[in-house]
């Protein structure tokens, strides 16, 4: 099994694709895709959806469609990494669907868990820093804001952006521009 937690994300999914998806060898497999990309889908999740356990229970379906769409799952169509985030991404649109609320942020009710490492004064000045840049992240376009958060929150390659949110390069890298920009003018005005 240590061979499978050495293996690339391609590698793994050939692996479920050998054996039968219920197997204990796909379960680790399995097991260990969700290790790999559970923290950053939800990171992504909390800075769109209203609120945490929203995030949460997004994060969840995530990986219950990747468990179902496994067997259908082509590498040549999509990275792995980036399937993940389409169908996260995919779930937020359905769910500012249903609600219809015109937000995909609330900023408000989003915690920063982290804190536990630092002294008192410390999370109180990074929780200040954080919450102003959330504040200026929820001003922005939704494009430019699936952009932003991506890029430099979730820590992904623009051609991975692209692939995610179905979007030239150039188109991605305009929107960053644009997006930068405007988080610019809107922290230099707070």
Do not use: C
């Amino acid at each position: 099994m240590d061979q499978l937690r050495q293996a690339a994300d391609a590698e793994l999914v050939q692996w479920i694709h050998k054996s039968n998806i219920s197997s204990p060898e796909s379960r680790e497999a399995i097991g260990i895709l969700y290790d790999r990309h559970h923290e950053r889908i939800f990171r992504y999740l909390w800075m769109r959806s209203s609120s945490f356990q929203q995030a949460e229970d997004l994060t969840g379906e995530v990986f219950t469609r990747m468990v179902a769409s496994l067997p259908r799952y082509q590498e040549r169509d999509l990275p792995f990494q980036a399937w993940l985030y389409r169908i996260a991404h995919n779930l937020l649109v359905d769910q500012y669907r249903k609600t219809n609320n015109g937000q995909l942020v609330s900023l408000d009710e989003i915690k920063d868990v982290t804190v536990g490492e630092h002294d008192l004064a410390s999370s109180v000045e990074d929780r200040l820093l954080v919450d102003e840049v959330r504040r200026a992240i929820e001003r922005l376009d939704a494009h430019q804001k699936d952009v932003i958060v991506l890029r430099f929150l979730v820590g992904l390659p623009i051609s991975e952006v692209a692939v995610i949110l179905e979007r030239t390069i150039p188109t991605i890298k305009a929107l960053q521009h644009r997006g930068l920009r405007a988080l610019r003018v809107v922290l230099e005005s707070a």
